[in-house]
């Protein structure tokens, strides 16, 4: 049978690997080839690296180092932050990433969604989307690079980026971001019974169960970040993964 | 050594990659002469049937692959897409496929599955080979990664996988000098390198 794909996310920022708390404070977890090589000994389903700084910089995606992750990877690998044109895109699976995430240019120009996913087939885009709560404790896109909560609607937004070609949306909660205490289960469940399209759930997995929760509430993958990097209560680094036996029981049971 | 064929297609990278890591030879190339002396092809492919098919008859390269495959026998692997076009047509185009093999490409029928289900199928999914499965030799409890919205329908006998998605359907396909995999080995982990060894190794 098809099981759901959990998913290690690392953070990358200036070329190292970092993890943050609610989208603030990037702490230095270490370097991201050695992780990669651990994550890839420990046959993770697939990997996700998004660049949290090379947007705001107006970087491109750092090619040469992605090229070394792939290089690193004999699972898919999704790499988001800082592609803004086809030309990115192309690069980037020609050095072997797998799957391209957009976020701030799908915002910007869903165009850039159909003219990746129409040359290349949507299984190879995911638009990611951050949602962050108001003052009033309603969810809302939130826009990372300009730390400001959006008025867009977020269904309306999702439609968009699916009906312009998106193959998966991965859906974070800012809220939830490194906290590990769980994830936005209500959210999940929403945003999963309104689109066809398989949904990666990511922010606030603390604990193995969490991951069934998301699982349960309808998401096809979960990608987790703080949960694999940190061991124990004062967050040292130390990088894990479930056993195939371990998620075969927590995601069959 | 293996060509892997660029016909300006599919992640071709991670097919060398791969072959690097199990250390037998390989090299990307649409090099006609490169591709004359190969002692095995791998035909990749990735996106729509008919822009695989639409690049490959463009290329240039089908004389040779095809003297390669049909007159000398070359073992030759067809992953994903290349798996497809290994048989007649497609249902997600026009074009015609290389029917070095009888068989048509279909799509998953969603009536026959729970509405829960997502099209592509997408994700690790557990094979059960059949036949004489010469690439799953040695290979426990096989898993591979999979993404896809059509499959290949053929005779039993070329069958030598097959996994569950809603229903069973056709994986991964042998007939003498010719293998398929409608799954990704180069994405497969530990899997993915036992069968690409022993399709080296052939």
Same mark, same amino acid.
């Given at each position: ?17 970092? $993890?943050?708390?609610?989208?603030? =404070? ?13 994550? =890839? ?6 990997? @996700? ?12 995606? =750092? ?11 004999? @699972? ?20 072997? &990433? ?72 991965? !859906? =974070? ?6 906290? @590990? ?17 398989? !949904?990666?759930?990511?922010?606030? &997995? ?8 998301? &699982? ?12 694999? &990097? ?14 195939? $036996? ?8 | ?33 490169? %591709? ?6 791998? #035909? ?20 040779? %692959?095809?003297? *390669? ?31 070095? #093999? ?29 036949? *004489?499965?010469? #690439? ?25 996988? *097959? ?11 042998? *007939? ?27």
């Amino acid at each position: 049978m098809l099981r759901h794909r959990i998913i290690p996310c690392l953070l990358l920022k200036n070329g190292g690997l970092v $993890k943050t708390y609610k989208f603030k =404070n990037p702490k230095y977890v270490g370097d991201p080839i050695n992780a990669i090589r651990i994550f =890839n000994d420990k046959e993770v389903d697939e990997l @996700m690296v998004l660049d949290i700084t090379a947007t705001n910089a107006k970087q491109e995606p =750092n090619y040469h180092l992605i090229e070394q992750f792939a290089g690193e990877c004999f @699972m898919p690998l999704s790499y988001g932050g800082g592609i803004t044109s086809v030309e990115h895109a192309h690069r980037l699976f020609s050095i072997g &990433v797998e799957k391209i995430c957009l976020q701030t240019a799908a915002l910007e120009n869903p165009s850039l969604i159909s003219q990746i996913s129409s040359r290349f087939g949507s299984q190879s885009v995911l638009v990611s989307i951050d949602i962050k709560k108001n003052w009033l404790g309603k969810r809302q896109l939130y826009s990372a690079t300009r730390e400001k909560i959006l008025s867009t609607n977020i269904l309306d937004f999702i439609k968009i980026a699916i009906d312009s070609g998106a193959g998966e949306i991965v !859906l =974070n909660s800012v809220d939830h971001d490194g906290v @590990m205490e769980g994830m936005d289960i209500e959210l999940i469940q929403q945003i999963s019974g309104a689109i066809s399209v398989p !949904l990666i759930a990511l922010g606030g &997995v603390g604990k193995l169960n969490d991951i069934k929760l998301a &699982v349960n509430a309808g998401a096809s993958a979960v990608a987790v970040g703080a949960f694999f &990097v940190f061991h124990g209560p004062h967050r040292a680094v130390l990088i894990t993964y479930p056993q195939y $036996k371990e998620l075969e029981i927590l995601l069959n049971s | 050594m293996i060509a892997i064929i660029n016909y300006n297609v599919g992640n071709l990278l991670s097919i060398h990659n791969m072959f690097k890591k199990i250390g037998a030879e390989s090299c990307i190339t649409n090099d006609v002469e490169v %591709i004359a002396n190969a002692s095995k092809i791998l #035909l990749p492919g990735v996106g729509h049937f008919d822009y695989c098919m639409q690049q490959f008859n463009a290329s240039g390269l089908k004389t040779v %692959i095809h003297k *390669k495959v049909i007159n000398e026998k070359t073992p030759t692997l067809g992953i994903c897409v290349g798996h497809q076009m290994l048989f007649e047509k497609s249902e997600e185009g026009l074009e015609k496929g290389l029917a070095w #093999l009888p068989g048509e490409v279909v799509k998953f029928d969603t009536t026959q599955m729970p509405s829960s289900y997502k099209i592509p199928h997408m994700g690790w999914t557990d094979i059960f080979t059949q036949n *004489k499965a010469t #690439l799953f030799e040695n290979i426990e409890k096989p898993r591979f990664y999979m993404v896809h919205s059509y499959y290949v329908k053929c005779a039993e006998e070329l069958v030598t996988a *097959k996994a569950k998605y809603g229903y069973m359907f056709v994986t991964a396909i042998e *007939k003498d000098n010719i293998f398929g995999t409608q799954f990704h080995p180069e994405k497969s982990h530990s899997f993915g390198m036992k069968l690409l060894k022993k399709f080296a190794d052939l």
